[in-house]
């Protein structure tokens, strides 16, 4: 892509819609050829861009979910010691187990390779997208280990030797902020913070994403939500919920909120029962018939 006007058309085609720093910063991410850090709350879009740019460039997503304990046998590689095991008595029956054994079960052949191993593999067609997922849920540990990968795009396996991409992938870093990334990760990214929507944004990604929402009842949702994202609650509602909402009301058939329907349905909205609690019932009530006049 030429320019950041087509970085956002092509977006925009795949139904993402988006914002002008948003896809400068996309833009430069693949001009640059450098990681990109988003980060923000959950729900908000960050997975989905590294989904739609998959898309956009015709290629494999590679899809690493951070987890507290991620370890490399689970994001680079293990040994499958089972074939290694067996190749090993295999040699021994056949007579044919040498003093060099060791290297040959230590070969490629018997390594099993986790997501990041896979984005720097030479064999691609053409380099994959590679989504780090909430890498805030991983340990500081394993953030360091990723340092020497987002710099140089390569991975030392002892047993072999360093491996080294010849064409580094499309990198996606994402984090919903649960604790604070360290610096050094950051410094090797391009960085953007991705926000709620404004109401003119989130209205078009409903009608988008949810063509038979009828238009007035987008807007009442819409309000609706954005009102609520201004009070205090334990989990605000993501756009994500915002169009997991929108979708039940549909099915329901409702063309208008109403307060009965709103009290029945906040379980799309809303995922914890301190907030639907909180809600139920007279906020409920107030903040639909606010959503009725706009």
Known sequence: MQSIDQVAAALEQRQYITDRGLATTIY???KLNK???LEGEAGVGKTQVAKTLADILDTRLIRLQCYEGLDVNAAVYEWNYTRQMLHIRMLEATGAARPDAQKEIFGAEFLIKRPLLQAIENNLPRAPVLLIDEIDRSDEEFEAYLL??????????????????????VTIVTSNRTREVHDALKRRCLYFWIDYPSFEKEYRI??????????RLA??????????????LYKLPG???TLDWSAALVALGEMDLSEGVV????????????????????IARELVERARRN
Not at 154 to 166: D, S
Not at 219 to 232: A, I
Not at 269 to 280: F, H
Request: hydrophobic letters at 45%; charged letters at 20%.
């Open 239 to 241: 756009v994500a919920e």
């Open 35 to 37: 990681p990109l850090f």
């Open 263 to 282: 009290n029945d349905t906040l379980g799309a909205l809303l995922k914890y029962q301190d907030d639907v609690t909180k809600v139920q019932g007279g």
């Open 219 to 232: 807007q009442q949702v819409v309000t609706f939500v954005q009102e609520l994202r201004r009070m205090e």
């Open 148 to 169: 020497e990968l987002l710099s140089d795009w390569q991975i030392t396996v002892p047993e072999i030797g360093t491996l080294k991409a010849a064409h580094a992938p």
């Open 28 to 30: 430069l991410a693949l």
């Open 206 to 215: 409903v009608l988008t994403k949810v063509p038979a929402a009828p238009e």
